[in-house]
């Protein structure tokens, strides 16, 4: 009896699972802030990225011993690789909160962590979709979708880096929250860069 053939579209969509989940999670700490609950926070997220980095190990060991995948080998490790920096750019930012001993919040925070949210669905509903790019309906609007949404993660970007430089913050403070909000930015690019692969997975494929 043959063995039954590694399903890499349904892989794809854990890994969006993956993100979503880390992408409330986040948004949970961003809500209800405590600094000192952050360590604990920290460890919580990291179980979701390394079963995030599993699964993505788990896709490279098929892709590595399959004959013919459904779609070419660089596409499913470029997906599987953006997918994964989405995760670890939210877990970034949880480590960079720690390391810069921040105790209080700047309120914009909370309007981005629910546009993460938003992205990381949305490139979720790409991935459900994926397994059938060539018939269905709403791939292509879910991938506009993400695109705009990274607009308005830039638009939110220059307006919150105004606001620190004009705000009377010190040095330090303000070169904390430059980095903090280049990385709160830096998440909604990689969901972007992840409907990109989609889309050019798409145009190879098709």
């Not at 802030?33 to 098929?62: G, Q, V, Y």
């Amino acid at each position: 009896m043959a063995s039954r053939r590694y399903d890499y579209f349904a892989a794809l969509v854990e890994l969006t699972d993956m993100a979503c989940k880390t992408a409330v999670y986040f948004d949970n700490v961003i809500n209800s802030f405590d600094f000192e609950r952050l360590p604990t926070s920290i460890k919580e997220i990291h179980e979701i990225e390394h079963a995030a980095d599993h699964k993505r190990h788990e896709i490279m060991e098929n892709i590595a011993k399959e004959f013919l995948p459904p779609i070419e080998r660089e596409d499913l490790i470029d997906l599987a690789s953006t997918i994964d920096d989405v995760i670890d750019g939210i877990d970034d930012i949880m480590q960079h909160l720690y390391m810069y001993n921040v105790k209080e919040l700047l309120p914009e925070c909370k309007d981005f962590s629910k546009l993460i949210i938003q992205c990381c669905e949305s490139i979720k509903n790409i991935a459900k979709e994926f397994h059938r790019f060539q018939k269905s309906q709403t791939i292509h609007q879910n991938i506009i979708i993400t695109n705009n949404l990274e607009s308005e993660g830039d638009r939110l970007y220059f307006s919150i880096m105004r606001r620190i430089f004009t705000a009377s913050m010190s040095d330090l403070d303000t070169f904390v929250w430059a980095r903090l909000i280049r990385s709160f930015e830096d998440c909604c690019d990689f969901c972007e860069h992840t409907a990109e692969k989609f889309d050019t997975a798409i145009m190879k494929n098709s």
